[in-house]
């Protein structure tokens, strides 16, 4: 690479850790509320049963592991290994989607949805995270054509590790949820 | 002496770099145009935010309702006043500064993302627009704060409405600003230049942008439930169907404490070049200013509940006074700095070090008041009264606005390639000075005897203070009028700046004015003390930058006569 091409992939890269940092914040200020509104709402809120536990609990595994494989998938276009890269980077995108479809499904069908503020602040936090999970998780199929077409390698990978990056902060940003929406 | 004939490098390659106006009106990745645009962009908004006070103080001239037909016309005045100032006058014309000087002051070519860098200037004029046109679908009333429930069962309003999607895209253009300038400081100075050889206005702008970044997306999130409650009917904000009107405020002042420092450490940093440069004095201090921006900035996160301490349950009080009384301290660093820095120097009393002595000297007002403030049985006295008023005035008028005007004489010979006039400057600062302390000082007197803030209907014992206030308030309106007509005049006049009219160390002005559009002609060099004024190595690296760019003013004259004494500097260097 050039020193200019260096330049350009370092600021980069410095650009969506920063993003990443402050991007957080929004999470956190949706976290806040949360616990405010769960600490001052005057009704008890349901109990979850197996089910209504059991499905984020399978969404969280399945996006947990989706980061795993798109690690996996950048290092395998590291080594220029195409082949294991479209393997992986398909299983990321199909976890990914599983992990989304299930998310939607309980947007729509959840235990609060009759908890009055606290049913509010859980539909915004799920579907907040939801509309990230979606635009990144474009980004990821968008990776997946443009590698259909050969358009990654181990000298020029910039789009893939961008994906991963910015996928790895969907997954951050939904586990500080999962914590406080159903572990706390 | 010798005379020079033949026309000046410094007046070629400006001809060479000048830009048409048109240039200037359409989308651009060059970061000196777009810093050019949201100067000139955030000056129009100033004209319509100050208008609007302007109005704001007529009705206040006497106690009765005189102007406006009721309190939400006035409410409407003085939110939109606010909010213009603020969020399309104050915070994007640093944003231009910045956006113009720190590739220039770092040796780099442009900024690491000009393609963003322009997409964020270009989201503000529609986010005014859109803000503004609120005046045809209600307009927003609920103050600045916008607080809940006044900005939501009490605003039927679509204008609120909007006002919170404008403050939402104004938030998001401010965070790819500033996420720009981290990735451009950390990884685009010139080879060899550590972080203490940055400038100090480089500093100011990198803890700005450390702050915009950590603050604006939490004010992102309250946003988003604010104008889910108007439009979703969901009720987050809304007391009656359990909500908390408290929590708005605190992930309200979670960001916009902040945001005050956002609006003048850029000024700070102004400042620190203005006051060295102009008076040939190396800075006093100049880890301690850097390294105080960003204590400022860490600071600046624990102090958001001074805003609320007379709703704010009583055990958390003394910590937030505490807090807020230690943030004065890197803030006391720097005003001593400063005063070192001047201390024993060659002062030069220019426009731009007139701008720059005012801020110090109003800001300190603007401090102390500060100080007071953060006491709670004090500020349990004045609350929402018009010692506020004036406490934030000092800060953001007497700090940044002057710091701007001290920025923009300093640094116009850079922008355009031509001298502004100084002498228009000096009537400029003598009438804004003393308008301007005449505007908000009396407002101290008025919160202490107990006027309430936004209130359009008054007690007749205050009117003799409101008159004073009202007619100085005028005459600083006016005295911007000289400001934007020097711009013009000096424009017209074309008094040749060439590179270096203030003989100054820093790399922007180690090349031509204007700029070439790489900025510099091959590897610009940088002197290793920005500050180093009144040494051997300065005097020789300032011949050696003369003999390779040509001589500066006072040494170039008018364009028709493109004949100059080159004679040695005697400038005390």
């Not at chain 1, 997946?144 to 390698?153: E, I, K, P, Q």
């Not at chain 2, 006035?74 to 006058?89: D, G, K, Y």
């Not at chain 2, 605190?250 to 070049?273: D, K, Q, R, T």
């Amino acid at each position: 690479m050039t020193r200019e091409e260096l330049l350009a992939l370092k600021n980069k890269r410095t650009l969506v850790t920063a993003f990443q940092i402050s991007w957080i914040m929004v999470f956190v200020c949706l976290i806040v509320v949360c616990l405010q509104i769960r600490g001052t709402v005057s009704t008890a809120l349901p109990a979850l049963n197996a089910v209504d536990f059991g499905v984020p609990l399978l969404a969280t595994l399945a996006i947990i592991a989706s980061g795993v494989t798109a690690w996996k998938a950048e290092a395998a276009i590291r080594r220029d290994d195409r082949a294991g890269f479209m393997n992986l980077w398909r299983l990321t995108i199909a976890l990914s989607g599983s992990f989304l479809a299930i998310m939607i499904g309980v947007f729509f069908f959840n235990p609060y949805l009759e908890s009055g503020l606290y049913g509010q602040i859980f539909r915004v936090m799920i579907g907040y995270h939801a509309i990230h999970a979606m635009a990144i998780g474009w980004w990821l199929v968008q990776v997946y054509l443009n590698a259909r077409s050969g358009m990654y390698s181990a000298r020029a990978y910039w789009g893939v590790e961008a994906g991963a990056r910015l996928w790895y902060f969907v997954i951050v940003a939904w586990l500080m949820f999962y914590v406080v929406l159903y572990l706390m | 002496m010798a005379t020079v004939t033949a026309p000046l490098p410094g007046v070629q390659s400006h001809e060479e770099n000048k830009l048409r106006i048109s240039d200037y009106l359409k989308w651009s990745v060059d970061h000196k145009i777009i810093g050019v645009q949201y100067m000139v962009t955030s000056l129009i908004f100033f004209v319509i935010g100050g208008a609007l006070v302007m109005l704001v103080r007529w009705e206040l001239l006497t106690p009765a309702l005189d102007l406006v037909q009721d309190g939400t016309q006035f409410n409407q005045l003085f939110t939109m006043h606010a909010t213009v100032m603020i969020f399309l006058w104050i915070i994007p014309m640093f944003a231009g500064f910045g956006n113009y000087l720190i590739p220039l002051m770092l040796g780099a070519k442009d900024m690491a993302f000009p393609w963003l860098n322009a997409l964020a200037f270009w989201m503000i004029p529609p986010a005014g627009i859109l803000m503004l046109l609120g005046y045809f679908a209600g307009q927003a009333e609920a103050g600045w704060t916008s607080y809940p429930p006044l900005s939501t069962l009490f605003s039927p309003g679509d204008g609120q409405t909007m006002w919170a999607i404008a403050i939402h895209v104004l938030g998001l253009s401010s965070i790819l600003g500033a996420l720009n300038f981290i990735v451009t400081i950390r990884n685009m100075r010139a080879e060899g230049m550590g972080y203490f050889q940055m400038p100090l206005f480089v500093w100011g702008i990198l803890a700005t942008s450390l702050i915009i970044v950590m603050a604006t997306p939490f004010l992102a999130g309250g946003l988003t439930l604010l104008i889910l409650d108007r439009v979703a009917g969901t009720a987050f904000f809304n007391p009656a169907q359990g909500g908390d009107v408290l929590l708005w405020q605190n992930v309200f002042w979670f960001y916009s404490h902040p945001a005050v420092y956002i609006m003048v450490m850029p000024g700070f940093g102004i400042l620190s070049e203005v006051l060295s440069a102009h008076s040939r004095k190396s800075i006093f201090g100049y880890r301690a200013i850097a390294l105080s921006s960003l204590a400022i900035a860490l600071l600046g996160f624990t102090v958001w509940a001074h805003h609320m301490f007379t709703s704010l349950m009583p055990s958390l009080r003394i910590p937030f006074m505490l807090t807020s009384m230690i943030i004065a301290v890197p803030t006391g660093i720097k005003i001593f700095s400063w005063i070192g820095t001047i201390w024993g120097g060659k002062i030069r009393l220019t426009s731009a070090m007139l701008f720059g002595l005012g801020f110090l000297s109003m800001f300190v007002i603007g401090g102390i008041s500060g100080v007071m403030v953060a006491a709670v049985p004090f500020d349990l006295h004045v609350h929402d009264t018009y010692f506020v008023v004036s406490h934030f005035h000092f800060v953001l008028y007497g700090g940044s606005v002057l710091a701007i005007y001290a920025g923009v004489y300093h640094w116009y010979p850079k922008i355009t390639g031509y001298m502004m006039d100084e002498r228009l400057g000096k009537i400029h600062f003598w009438i804004t000075y003393i308008a301007f302390f005449f505007t908000f000082f009396p407002m101290h007197m008025l919160g202490m005897l107990g006027m309430p803030r936004r209130v359009a209907v008054y007690a007749p014992e205050f009117q003799s203070l409101n008159a004073i206030v009202s007619i100085s308030a005028f005459v600083l309106g006016l005295s911007t009028f000289i400001f934007l007509y020097n711009l013009v005049y000096s424009l017209y006049k074309k008094r040749i700046a060439g590179p270096n009219p203030w003989r100054v160390l820093t790399l922007e002005w180690a090349t031509d004015s204007p700029p070439p559009a790489h900025n510099f002609h091959g590897d610009p060099v940088f002197f290793k003390n920005p500050y180093g004024f009144g040494t051997e190595a300065a005097y020789r690296y300032l011949e050696e930058q003369e003999k390779e760019l040509g001589p500066s003013y006072p040494y170039t004259m008018e364009p028709e006569k493109r004949s100059v004494v080159t004679a040695p500097a005697s400038t005390g260097d």
